[in-house]
């Protein structure tokens, strides 16, 4: 019996699934608001903004970097976190246009 070869729609809905998942918790989502307002923070940052013990906060880091959502840059001894903005206004678009959700369409069903 062949393996099924998932479709490039599949794996989209996959990750749209993975970022949805990692935001539905709201620890999770308070993290990248604040990514999304800084722009980037040190790690020790992330640490100032939630009270939180260092491996709680690293485990949420690894599940929305796992997700796609952020990326982690190294330099020197020190670690920068960024949202990957592209990877969150995707994963939106194409979970509206998979449930039909179009403003147009809402606007006129407000009519």
Not at 37 to 63: M, N, Y
Not at 94 to 106: M, T
């Amino acid at each position: 019996m062949d393996a099924v070869t998932p479709t490039r729609e599949s794996q989209a809905e996959e990750t749209w699934m993975r970022v949805l998942r990692a935001l539905a918790d709201p620890t999770r989502y308070r993290m990248v608001a604040e990514l999304a307002a800084a722009d980037e923070l040190s790690c020790g940052q992330v640490g100032e903004r939630f009270p939180l013990a260092q491996p709680t906060i690293s485990h949420h880091i690894k599940i929305l970097t796992d997700a796609g959502l952020l990326q982690v840059r190294r330099q020197g001894q020190h670690s920068f976190i960024s949202l990957r903005r592209e990877v969150l206004q995707q994963a939106l678009a194409g979970v509206g246009r998979q449930l039909s959700i179009h403003p147009d369409k809402q606007s006129r069903k407000e009519n």
